[in-house]
């Protein structure tokens, strides 16, 4: 009985073709593992905590004034996190009107959710270091080729990072807003998406530091560092999500799934926003053209939600350190020889060594080197190998510029 296996050098030949040049339609979903893995120079922590390290700092801020009400929500909580305790605190200060519970009244909980709120714009308020990093490399490579087609970056985190690292290479980028003084979101533009290529899409599914509601309860982008307009996955209320902006950015994403041609390329994402999740399920369905790339930074048995969806969709391929799902099969990473004599310094920037096991794996779920792999593919656009040969009786090669190459 035969054994299945994936080549990593088979498929990074075919995705470093296809970023490389500007005909695809390409998406980037961000999740919150991407700037919770970048390390500015000289610090050992993380420029931005992911949630179990946000969840931490919040809840030691708010100890002092808040411990008892606090303690009482985390006890009442299967697995609490700073997503779900603020569901839990939003939840309670909208139904519980002057009645108290664990000594605050619905308008003390309102009040908690806002200093919760205060508190993560602190902590994810942060300054992008000088000199390069993954978010200036992606742009790089963004604006680095002709396109036909803009990017589109849809994102979880309501950072600013990505818009710093637009404007310091200064590459044009739309969000959503338009306007000066009070900039005010615009969801025919977003819907219409005829602006020019060159515009990088950049899309805030859960809100962003900054927008806030103005006088007549629109949601505007105020300059400032406030967090009013979070919504976190547990959150996801209908009525909410029907709501502008949410609506149209939802909107936008099943719209790109749903153009003939299109990948996704997905990084720091967990899979476990069940909203986000459906809806890339669904579309998945029902376009067979449309794929996803999911790059995960944890061995396949600790990703179940990504998982799930690409064991069911062909067209999702799931990429782990240990072992990738591809055309719905899932097995261990293993290399062949090198398809040329030149290629050992191309499959060091995805293929390496875990210092602490010393067993080989495939590194792009690290949101630093996927960046650097995009970053440096049209560094040898002009000279790439043909994909190495499959394994005897397995499918014939996919053409370069195919999303979805064959199972080794």
């Known amino acids: 009985m035969s054994v299945s296996v994936h080549n990593p050098d088979q498929y990074m030949v075919s995705l470093r073709q296809v970023i490389a040049q500007g005909r695809k339609r390409i998406g980037l979903l961000i999740g919150a593992g991407a700037p919770a893995g970048i390390f500015p120079p000289g610090s050992t922590a993380p420029l931005i905590p992911a949630v179990a390290g946000l969840t931490t700092m919040v809840m030691d801020a708010l100890k002092k ?47 908690l959710s806002e200093s919760i709120c205060d508190q993560i714009g602190q902590i994810v308020n942060k300054p ?53 003084s009070e900039p005010f979101f615009d969801p025919s533009t977003v819907a219409g998406n005829d602006l020019p290529a060159r515009w990088t899409r950049l899309w805030k599914l859960h809100g962003s530091l900054g927008w806030s509601a103005n006088a007549r309860e629109e949601v505007v982008r105020s300059g400032k560092t406030n967090t009013t307009h979070l919504v976190f996955p547990e959150h996801l209320k209908y009525d909410q999500t029907q709501k502008a902006p949410y609506a149209a950015l939802f909107d936008r994403l099943r719209a790109f799934l749903m153009t003939p041609d299109t990948l996704l390329i997905a990084t720091g994402f967990s899979f476990a926003d069940a909203h986000i999740s459906a809806r890339i399920d669904e579309c ?39 072992k990738a799902v591809i055309n719905g099969i899932a ?30 794996r495939f590194e792009l779920g690290r949101f630093d080197r996927l960046a650097r792999f995009f970053a440096s593919s049209r560094a040898s656009q002009q000279h790439q190998p043909p994909p190495p040969p499959s394994d005897p009786g397995a499918a014939p090669a996919a053409p370069a510029d195919a999303p979805q190459p064959p199972v080794a």
């Open 284 to 322: 998945l369905a029902a376009n067979p053209s449309a794929s996803v790339f999911a790059f995960q930074f944890k061995p396949l048995d600790q990703e179940p939600y990504a998982a799930e969806i690409a064991a069911r969709r062909a067209n999702m391929s799931l990429y782990c350190p240990d």
């Open 128 to 180: 992008l270091h000088d000199g390069p990093s993954p978010y200036t490399e992606f742009v790089s490579w963004i604006s680095g080729t002709p396109r036909e087609h803009a990017v589109e970056v849809y994102t979880t985190n309501y950072d600013l990072l990505f818009e710093q690292a637009f404007e310091r290479l200064r590459v044009p980028f739309f969000d959503g807003f338009s306007g000066s």
């Open 65 to 111: 004034d808040y411990e008892t009400p606090l303690a009482a929500v985390v006890a009442e909580l299967d697995n609490p996190n700073i997503e779900t305790i603020l569901s839990r605190v939003r939840t309670l200060g909208s139904v519980l009107g002057k009645m108290e519970i664990h000594g605050l009244d619905g308008a003390g909980f309102k009040k």
């Open 331 to 360: 097995a261990p990473w293993v290399p062949g020889d090198l398809p040329t004599r030149d290629w050992g310094a191309i499959r060091a920037t995805y293929w390496g060594t875990d210092p602490v096991t010393n067993v080989k």
